[in-house]
């Protein structure tokens, strides 16, 4: 719950700050819906692996060319 806090705040923080802000949530609830594998290394490393930062980058490319 204090986690979503921050993160909701932060994402206000950068709104009002002009910055765009990408959910990774439902991208990556839409990845797992598709049966498309995991996005991190677990039970490794919870980093992201490189599918999830390719859907991070389309997620950008969007936003730089509409």
Do not use: C, Y
Not at 4 to 9: H, M, Q, V
Not at 30 to 49: E, I, K
């Amino acid at each position: 719950q204090r986690a979503t806090l921050a993160n909701d705040r932060l994402k206000v923080l950068a709104a009002q700050n002009g910055l765009h802000v990408i959910d990774s949530d439902p991208v990556f609830r839409r990845h797992f819906a598709s049966g498309l594998g995991p996005l991190d290394r677990s039970p490794v490393d919870a980093h992201w692996n490189p599918a999830a930062h390719r859907l991070m980058a389309q997620e950008t490319a969007h936003i730089i060319e509409p």
